[in-house]
């Protein structure tokens, strides 16, 4: 089983910047794919990045060129650097695991991840 735990989540104002974390526990972390989604409320929880375990990391367009996906694989641990944070980017951020998946695969869906954090509240205000 694999535990998830993120944190870094926090009140800004826009235009700030932020990091968050999330740590890994119980499997191969350096196989996983590894992924960010959020959660604003009253909708659906959205696709923000993603990471292959060999890296090629790929962005949701409403955060391309101000998010960045990297990882640790020493310290099992996932970032996401989120740059010139905007008030449409608050949400409950999470992050999610998937154990196999084909190297080609563009894992952009919620429910194509098997393993997922508690998350971690994201507040810009303008």
């Known amino acids: 089983q694999v535990q998830l735990v993120e944190s870094g989540g926090g009140l800004v104002q826009a235009g700030d910047s932020l990091r968050l974390s999330c740590a890994a526990s119980?499997?191969?972390?350096?196989?996983?794919?590894m992924g960010w989604f959020r959660q604003a409320p009253g909708k659906e929880r959205e696709f923000v990045a993603f990471?292959?375990?060999?890296?090629?990391?790929y962005y949701a367009d409403s955060v391309k060129g101000r998010f960045t996906i990297s990882r640790d694989n020493a310290k099992n641990t996932v970032f996401l650097q989120m740059n010139s944070l905007k008030p449409e980017d608050t949400a409950v951020y999470y992050c999610?695991?998937?154990?196999?998946?084909?190297?080609?695969?563009?894992?952009?869906?919620?429910?194509?991840?098997?393993?997922w954090g508690q998350g971690t509240q994201v507040t810009v205000s303008s």
């Open positions: 999610a695991a998937r154990q196999y998946y084909r190297e080609s695969a563009l894992l952009l869906q919620w429910y194509e991840y098997d393993y």
């Open positions: 119980g499997g191969t972390f350096s196989l996983y794919a």
């Open positions: 990471s292959r375990s060999s890296g090629n990391p």
